[in-house]
């Protein structure tokens, strides 16, 4: 399984990609393929200008199609989700999700928009045609505190909730597992039970 941890915050140091980075560990932990896109290193003019045929940008929705599941970060702006993310998913084409499992994440300043992530970014997921969109996790700023190092920890109950997120995650692909192949049944063969 290969899952794809897009970063939709423009900082360098970020507290939604830190939630990216717990997650990434724990999805290796439990064998999975993981690739990140970071979209503050895309061309900001070819995203701007959606410039599909730009090289940063037309690998980077390459490595959206390769991915059988995304883990969608963004620090929450203006009530909604970051500009920077919204960029790039208007490029996308509008099935760019199917078959996808999506888990939305995002941090905030405070409590309050933390339904950002279910009226804000759940309906566009939903319009790229996600095949399934997990209960999304959304952690204050108060959650994701900076260490003397200058890392970011998170406290045990975001940590929990990513545990839990990450379980849900990987059982919905295993769930989604092509079932295997069977010859087919030529239809002389077929017996009705009266
Ligand atoms: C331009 C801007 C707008 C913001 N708007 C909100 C907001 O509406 N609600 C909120 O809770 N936090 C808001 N914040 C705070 C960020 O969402 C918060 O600090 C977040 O953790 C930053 O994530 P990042 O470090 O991944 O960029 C805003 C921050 C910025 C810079």
Redesign the pocket.
Known sequence: MSVLLL?????E???????LDAVSARLRAAGATVERLQIRDLSPQALLLADTGNRSVSAAMAQVARASALVV????????Y?GVLKVFLDLLPQSALKDKTVLPL?????????L?LDYALRPVLQSLSARHILPGIY???AQ?TLTPEGAYDLVPEIGLRLDEAVTALLQERQRMRPLAAFAPVAFASVRCSY
């Open positions: 970063a939709g915050s423009p900082s140091r970020s507290r939604s990609a830190a939630l970060a963004t620090p929450v702006y203006k009530a909604a970051s995002a941090t905030g300043g405070s409590p309050h928009h933390m950002a952690a204050t700023d994701v």
